[in-house]
């Protein structure tokens, strides 16, 4: 698998570049991965779990557009694998990234060196746009004092298993209202004045997760976050163990699929090794 893709797009005339960047991988337990109900007791059962599932990619997004440069997450970074990274946490929390997760990175895949294999530098970024709070997907965020940090009202509010010691204090985050709708999506914030970039509310793997829409002439290109882990589960409504609500995210992949099935929808969720393929190729679901 590729650490660094890229492809040209158009939306509305204009050409756009979409990278993939994946920063490092991490594993669960496989009682988390493959639980038949999410929740707490099974989070708290995988502890005695011997086995692990297969490792999976960390992917950013970064989108060079004609109102700028955004970057979609920011994944790991080095010292999430360090023993005293989560020092400061409830018992709970550090037992469970330190002993049930496994994170593999090496300085070179984090996203600062993945912006300069594809051209880029950490200067280049413009807006970063957070799906939600985890720490493998604000991991990166010291890379970028200074640019400002898209993440929803609801997120913000809610920061469900997040961990804010962990964030530089240069940090700016911009947090935003979803005051708007987009097609099945009853909460939505428009983030480009041709709004062909959409933020969406996708609630369920954390109470204000979104994902973000991009318009191309050829339909959406939709980078997920951890609505689903890959596209196979969003077909099955497969969750982790570790989602908040069972019912929301039901309800967000519902909204997905009625949207796939108005006009083509290419699905790119935060750890799904079929990324390039899926996008290089222009799969769209169904």
């Not at 593999?104 to 957070?130: C, K, M, Q």
């Not at 480009?192 to 318009?215: N, Q």
């Amino acid at each position: 698998m590729p650490h660094v893709f890229s492809t040209e797009l158009r939306s509305y005339g204009n050409t756009l570049r979409v990278h993939g960047l994946s920063t490092g991988t991490l594993a669960l337990k496989d009682k988390v991965m493959n639980c038949t109900r999410p929740g707490n007791l099974r989070t708290l059962l995988s502890f005695v779990d011997k086995q692990w599932a297969d490792f999976m990619p960390v992917w950013t997004w970064v989108i060079e557009h004609p109102e700028g440069t955004f970057l979609i997450d920011t994944g790991n970074t080095v010292t999430m694998t360090e023993p005293d990274h989560y020092r400061g946490q409830d018992f709970l929390s550090r037992h469970y990234f330190t002993k049930e997760m496994r994170f593999r990175i090496e300085r070179e895949e984090e996203v600062d060196h993945l912006l300069e294999a594809v051209g880029l530098s950490a200067n280049s970024v413009d807006r970063i746009v957070l799906t939600h709070l985890h720490s493998d997907h604000t991991g990166g965020l010291g890379h970028f004092p200074g640019t400002p940090v898209i993440v929803s009202d609801h997120e913000w509010e809610t920061k469900d298993s997040a961990f804010p010691r962990l964030w530089p204090e240069a940090t700016q985050f911009d947090p935003v209202a979803l005051d708007g709708s987009f097609g099945p999506f009853p909460r939505a914030r428009y983030l480009t004045e041709a709004e062909d970039l959409i933020l969406v509310e996708t609630p369920g793997h954390t109470r204000g997760h979104c994902s973000v829409l991009l318009k191309t002439d050829d339909g959406l290109i939709c980078f997920a976050g951890d609505l689903v882990y890959d596209q196979e589960r969003l077909f099955k409504n497969s969750f982790s163990a570790t989602i908040q609500n069972e019912a929301d995210n039901r309800e967000s992949c519902r909204r997905l699929l009625r949207l796939a099935d108005e006009q083509p929808v290419i699905f790119l969720s935060s750890h799904d090794a079929g990324n390039a393929e899926r996008l290089n190729r222009r799969l769209a679901l169904k």
